[in-house]
């Protein structure tokens, strides 16, 4: 189905949203996902455009990764998501994936992110409707790891998502939104959380703020990251610094960041910086990485506090 209003959106009952499809179809196609009643948004207007009001960036779910990266009001009022949005995947995927699907992406696990014929010599895990964690077998829950780049930037921002839920049209924190939409995803195959995103939101930096994102992968812009961080400082609200693909969701580094505003050396805050992702990151085994090696990659926060040079 490919509806061209909110309200034929709305009134499609209970169905899994599409943006562009770049995370489910392949999901699909190795039956980690079972999703039948598909509904695209791709020609849905009313999910699209990025604006300035009311001293905040508003901006469409359905807006491409791609358009986001060239807009200026992002890139100038936001630039740490402008940043995230273009070094995500590739540039023919950032040509059509979403602001809305790259936030509603699925977690990812070595163990499940394979062949239907490759796991079917292990034990069905939670996400694909077992009872077990095959990288945490003592834990209750999936320990699959959130990837989105996006996310970490809007949550620096403190971004709002509006949603529809229950017919309920309303505005929820970003890392609400996402926090719930990681742990439905984590139940078992095909469980997602029942939400249309409809916009994001969030204040426009304030004067004198630096605010930038960085990315460390394989291949920068392909792969998934194996680590992302997002910084801002300067100007007249507390620092901030987010680490991603850490955990099964964007980590808030408060004790590092409260460092940024007592102006302590790069040494210092690199070294604290290691000392909170021992306590909040949750990395599993990857493909490329081993949980113990990743946590070694937090020298790599030192490549955004040269913001804190920036006039």
Not at 112 to 135: D, M, P, V, Y
Not at 209 to 224: L, Q, S, V, W
Not at 277 to 303: M, N
Request: glycine share 6%; with cysteine.
């Amino acid at each position: 189905m490919k509806p061209e209003t909110l309200t034929e959106v709305l009134a499609a009952g209970r169905v899994t949203y599409v943006g562009s499809g770049t995370d489910l179809m392949p999901l699909l196609k190795n039956h980690v996902r079972n999703d039948k009643n598909l509904l695209f948004l791709d020609r849905v207007s009313e999910l699209k455009g990025i604006k300035e009001a009311d001293r905040l960036v508003d901006i469409g779910a359905g807006e491409t990764l791609f358009d986001i990266t060239q807009n200026d009001l992002v890139r100038t009022k936001l630039p740490a998501v402008s940043q995230a949005a273009g070094v995500t995947a590739s540039p023919q995927i950032r040509n059509i994936a979403t602001l809305g699907g790259n936030i509603m992406q699925d977690r990812r696990c070595f163990y499940f992110n394979q062949s239907e014929f490759w796991r079917s010599g292990l034990e069905l895990c939670f996400k694909t409707g077992g009872a077990i964690c095959h990288q945490i077998p003592n834990s209750p829950v999936c320990r699959a790891i959130y990837y989105s780049d996006v996310a970490t930037a809007l949550v620096l921002y403190e971004a709002e998502a509006e949603i529809v839920e229950d017919g309920q049209r309303r505005w929820v924190p970003v890392t609400e939104l996402i926090t719930r939409h990681s742990t439905a995803n984590g139940l078992a195959c095909g469980a997602h959380l029942p939400v249309l995103v409809v916009r994001f939101r969030a204040k426009i930096s304030p004067a004198g703020e630096r605010g930038g994102f960085f990315k460390y992968a394989m291949r920068t812009t392909i792969d998934f990251p194996l680590i992302n961080f997002a910084l801002r400082c300067g100007g007249d609200r507390p620092a901030a610094l987010i680490a991603g693909a850490v955990a099964p969701e964007p980590v808030l580094l408060t004790e590092t960041a409260a460092l940024l505003d007592e102006n302590a050396s790069d040494e210092e805050i690199v070294r604290s910086c290691q000392l909170e992702l021992q306590k909040k990151a949750l990395p599993i085994r990857e493909a490329c990485i081993p949980p113990a090696r990743k946590k070694d990659l937090y020298p790599f926060v030192a490549e955004l506090l040269k913001l804190r040079q920036k006039s």
